[in-house]
Each structure stands twice: as structure tokens, then as C-alpha cells.
């Protein structure tokens, strides 16, 4: 009676291959968990319900009188800096027709292009159809940036 025997060579691929697929199911494992765990772990800062604080830039580089649009995806604003050194942030939209503003460094005012809606630098309506006051934001600085916090 003859015995069936694998050859020595067959043996080895095999018990490599076996290996092979106890490392790759070993490495997705570590992968899986690690996912779950990333999901479960609470988030290191707390977001304030949507609150957050955009960086404008350096306040040195902020001259006094100046204003500056800041093409933010979501709130489009202007931040002024005074004569008197105020820091002053305004929505940059119309609350007429969503029309972009434009400053008007002459008269201290934003100026709407579409329609000709004035506003002062508290966001109030001088002149022109726009039913509401601009949306004003708060801002701070921090080590020399000034931060508008958009909510």
C-alpha cells in the first residue's frame, strides 16, 4: 500500500501562503478597529455649534483706514480697522439682492453696485432699497491676528 504524499516544495507554498493570508486578515483586523475607534473617540476641541473663529491675518500688516474683503465661502465679509484703531467686521452681502459690496474709502461707507444700498460701519441702511442692516461679526485678536468669528 502506497501512501499518498505531497512533495516537501508543496508544503512550503502552502503553509506560505497560509501565513500570507493570516498576516493580510491580521492587517485588515488592525485597519477595522482602528476605524471604529476613530469613530467612537469623542473629537479633542468641541466645535460651538458651528461657531468658528477665521483667521484674517497679522494686525501689523492691518493699516488704520484700511478695509478688506475676505472671499470666505460661506460668509463673505469686510473687515475694517478705524482711524481710531476699531476692528470692524460686515457681511459682505446686500440684504437686498445678495449683490457683493464694494468699500468706498472716500466716504467711510460699504456701497452696494446693483442698486446703490448704502451702509455705515455699523452695517446700518443710509441709503437705498435694502430692507435689513448688514450682519456684523464678532472679532478678537490673538497674538497679534485678528480672528472673526463666523457662526
Not at 40 to 45: A, G, I, N, V
Not at 74 to 79: A, E, K, L, N, S
Not at 136 to 151: D, N
Amino acid at each position: 500500500m502506497t501512501r499518498n504524499t505531497s512533495p516537501p516544495e508543496q508544503i512550503k507554498r502552502r503553509s506560505f501562503l497560509q501565513r500570507l493570508l493570516q498576516l493580510v486578515m491580521s492587517l485588515w483586523g488592525v485597519g477595522i478597529i482602528g476605524v471604529i475607534t476613530a469613530y467612537l473617540r469623542p473629537p479633542r476641541t468641541l466645535p460651538l455649534m458651528g461657531v468658528t473663529d477665521f483667521r484674517v491675518g497679522p494686525l501689523d500688516q492691518f493699516k488704520k483706514g484700511e478695509a478688506r474683503f475676505i472671499p470666505h465661502a460661506r460668509h463673505p465679509f469686510w473687515v475694517i480697522r478705524t482711524e481710531r484703531d476699531q476692528l470692524i467686521a460686515l457681511s459682505a452681502v446686500c440684504t437686498h439682492l445678495r449683490c457683493i459690496l464694494r468699500w468706498d474709502a472716500d466716504r467711510g461707507e460699504l456701497v452696494c453696485p446693483c442698486h446703490g444700498g448704502t451702509f455705515d460701519l455699523n452695517g446700518n441702511v443710509l441709503i437705498g432699497p435694502p430692507p435689513r442692516p448688514l450682519r456684523t461679526f464678532e472679532t478678537h485678536v490673538r497674538g497679534g491676528v485678528i480672528y472673526v468669528r463666523l457662526a
